[in-house]
């Protein structure tokens, strides 16, 4: 252990996954041999560039990085059939940055398109003043008491780039349009600050993301865990006044944590309707049916398959349940018959 210096910390690049950290909180550096936890910041040092060439910083900027640059990164599993399955290691040897947000681990697989990760080396895990190790769960949202939002709305998918993102942004902008303050949850996936930010450019007034309740990443995370984690964030949204909340499940339904969270009672019942992303009609129908058989109330399919007329129409015919393209997700007759489902009338942004 020893103390560090601040020009070290300043100078580092701190990546999105760590941004709930105040820098000056990290006041020591920790290199005894130990396992690391998920969540603990390291400082490392990239040693070999791969498919992750630029860090994302917290304010959104992806910064470009070179050999021997040290960065500020979280430890965490990664699950992205497009792109890599990792693991936190038993050690505080090499290993990769596995995600552009800022997530250290050993990567055992990935795409053939990708070009293989990142080589960094850790040079410590960051520790406070006494000298034990910071981790992003000891940041993470307070205990929000009080309701959720009137209407909740959950988007899950059948895979990465299903347009899960695409389809819960457009929502939140057919709700914004008609005048509710809405905010928006990520509520599992890996640390990244693309979709957050995307979810603002459409309309959210607020958004929060897992990363919020402390998680780098939710895979190998309980499911109850990770619940837990996503009613406070709602609750956070609605103690900022927002009357409508769109959450979005990263993932496919074939992913662990996802399905086990899928089939939760405790989440159905929060919720006021699913939607379903999919790339293909044959996967719509598939992920549809599953999610019905759980007990969702499905309210369409929406996703990449709806650029093409004819695959929307297979879908539909196919599962019995409505295809949305983008523009009918803003449709202010859709929006009111959704808006209704919560149970009663509720304010409008302009009504409060």
Not at 37 to 45: H, N, S, T, Y
Not at 127 to 154: K, M, Q, S, W, Y
Not at 249 to 263: K, M, S
Not at 312 to 336: I, K, N, Q, Y
């Amino acid at each position: 252990m020893q103390i560090l210096d601040r020009n070290v910390v300043n100078r580092a690049k701190q990546a999105y996954s760590s941004r709930r950290v105040p820098l000056d909180e990290i006041k020591t550096l920790i290199g005894d041999v130990r396992k690391p936890r998920a969540g603990d910041l390291v400082l490392a040092r990239v040693t070999g560039l791969g498919s992750h060439k630029r860090i994302e910083l917290p304010n959104g900027r992806r910064a470009m990085m070179n050999p021997g640059d040290e960065i500020i990164v979280a430890y965490g599993d990664r699950y992205a059939p497009d792109q890599y399955e990792a693991y936190v290691p038993g050690d505080l040897g090499p290993c990769h940055l596995v995600a552009a947000g800022g997530v250290a681990a050993r990567a055992e697989s990935w795409h053939d398109r990708m070009s293989g990760p990142t080589e960094i080396e850790p040079i410590g895990l960051l520790g406070c003043a006494r000298h034990e190790p910071l981790n992003i769960a000891d940041f993470a949202l307070t205990h929000v008491p009080g309701p959720l939002p009137d209407a909740i709305f959950a988007v899950f998918g059948t895979s990465m780039n299903a347009g899960k993102t695409v389809t819960a942004a457009t929502l939140v902008k057919g709700f914004a349009d008609a005048g509710y303050r809405v905010g928006a949850a990520k509520i599992t996936g890996t640390a990244a600050g693309g979709d957050p930010w995307l979810m603002r450019d459409y309309g959210a007034a607020e958004v929060l993301d897992f990363t919020d309740a402390g998680f780098p990443s939710t895979f190998n995370v309980d499911p109850e865990t990770i619940l837990d984690g996503a009613e406070n964030l709602l609750r956070a949204l609605g103690s900022r006044g927002c009357s409508v909340a769109v959450i979005e499940v990263a993932d496919g339904l074939f992913q662990e944590e996802t399905a086990i969270l899928a089939g939760m009672e405790d989440l159905r019942t929060i919720l006021t309707g699913t939607f379903f992303a999919a790339g293909d009609a044959m996967g719509a129908v598939s992920g549809a049916a599953d999610l019905a058989r759980m007990g969702h109330r499905l309210l369409g399919i929406s996703g990449a398959l709806t650029r093409s007329p004819l695959a929307s129409r297979e879908a539909a015919r196919a599962s019995g349940f409505p295809v949305f393209c983008l523009d009918e997700l803003t449709h202010p007759e859709a929006v009111a018959d959704w808006a209704a489902l919560a149970g009663g009338r509720f304010e409008t942004a302009a009504g409060q």
